[in-house]
């Protein structure tokens, strides 16, 4: 099984800005469709942002205008530039990856997930 790997998560306060990145170990970002969900504590996984084959993003509404999901071709990393965070954005961070080549927003449209990177914001 070929690894997904997230990072960047950490600890900051309302206002702030974290990037995450997400590596597909061993394959490159150019062929596939990449999402983000999150889990808070206590709640069930959200969706985030997607990003399809051919570069389409869509994002969920609460992190509209806040969130930028991207490809960097040159790191091979799919990244979420998170920025004017609140504390209701505190979750553990996953990125996923489904068979097909649209930015799927449903979580059972993915297969191979990543295990996680943790993101704190204080009020």
């Known amino acids: 099984q070929v690894p997904l790997i997230e990072s960047g998560g950490g600890v900051v306060q309302a206002g702030g800005s974290l990037r995450l990145s997400c590596v597909y170990s061993?394959?490159?970002?150019?062929?596939?469709?990449c999402g983000w969900f999150r889990q808070a504590p206590g709640k069930e996984r959200e969706f985030v942002a997607t990003?399809?084959?051919?570069?389409?993003?869509n994002d969920a509404e609460s992190v509209k205008g806040r969130f930028t999901i991207s490809k960097d071709m040159a790191k091979n990393t799919v990244d979420l530039q998170m920025d004017n965070l609140t504390p209701e954005d505190t979750a553990v961070y996953y990125c996923?990856?489904?068979?097909?080549?649209?930015?799927?927003?449903?979580?059972?449209?993915?297969?191979?997930w990543g295990q996680g990177t943790r993101v704190t914001v204080s009020a």
């Open positions: 990003i399809s084959w051919r570069g389409i993003t």
């Open positions: 061993g394959r490159s970002w150019m062929n596939y469709a």
């Open positions: 996923a990856v489904p068979r097909g080549t649209y930015a799927y927003i449903e979580a059972s449209d993915y297969d191979s």
